[in-house]
């Protein structure tokens, strides 16, 4: 049974990897979809296919989610072409710059935080502006981390702005939740993507990261992708403020042989 029928969605990040794998499972599930892309067209318009193929109507629009001018830009272009929008998925994310503090520069710390937090904020802002102008009711999901509770050496840029998405999901589902908008996240372990090349190209590599992880295995997009669907739907209209993990159990092991 379609799920998000007569459902417009907005997705950022929506050109590869969960993004990209969260508009063809909403679009699988009867809702339009709108994506931003960064840089890569050509791999926006692989999304779009997908979503086409599937018999709904999507568009692609080029912005940097992190400039508050370009996430302005994008909810007035969005809206030359759908009335409304229902549902919010902040999928856009940068990894970390792989380095401790010591090492870890202003301009590193900072591009981290705007693309992982700013770009969060300002599109929330913009679809919840939208929503108070319709009936209310709204769908928000953001693309955490198991690094919003689980830390890191050397992923002090990471952590700090996934924990950071985690503390502001969870004060504006308390500032909408009388008006039917929920927020909640999804958090990640090891997924398949381009954040994880060289786990993609590595297979001895990946087989040693998966010893880590109980369920032995690593993640794909399609895993993230269904828990959205699930946080779009009817289904969790009385859910609002959590974190739901999909890691396969990895979050569970980061204490083994603590005393």
């Not at 590193?108 to 502006?129: A, G, P, W």
């Amino acid at each position: 049974m379609k799920k998000l029928i007569g459902k417009t969605a907005l997705i950022t990040g929506g050109e590869s990897g969960i993004g990209q794998s969260i508009a063809a499972e909403f679009a699988l599930n009867g809702a339009d979809v709108i994506i931003t892309y960064l840089n890569d067209e050509a791999a926006a318009k692989n999304t779009l296919s997908k979503v086409e193929q599937a018999g709904r109507k999507s568009i692609a629009i080029q912005a940097d989610v992190s400039n508050p001018k370009a996430v302005n830009l994008l909810f007035n272009t969005a809206f030359q072409s759908f009335p409304r929008i229902d549902i919010l998925v902040n999928s856009a994310g940068v990894r970390s710059a792989d380095k401790y503090i010591h090492q870890l520069s202003f301009e590193e710390f900072e591009n981290t935080v705007r693309t992982n937090l700013f770009s969060i904020f300002l599109c929330c802002q913009n679809f919840v502006k939208h929503r108070l102008q319709q009936d209310g009711h709204g769908r928000i999901i953001n693309i955490t981390s198991i690094h919003e509770e689980v830390v890191s050496p050397g992923k002090t840029d990471y952590c700090a702005s996934k924990s950071a998405v985690r503390g502001l999901s969870r004060s504006l589902a308390m500032e909408l939740a009388d008006k039917q908008i929920t927020v909640n996240n999804i958090a990640p372990g090891m997924i398949l993507t381009q954040m994880n090349q060289r786990a993609i190209d590595d297979i001895v590599y990946r087989k040693d990261l998966e010893q880590r992880i109980p369920a032995k295995i690593s993640g794909m997009p399609l895993d993230v992708a269904k828990a959205a669907v699930f946080f779009a739907s009817d289904d969790a209209s009385y859910i609002t403020g959590t974190t739901q993990i999909v890691d396969g159990g990895l979050h569970l092991n980061r204490a083994q042989g603590a005393r």
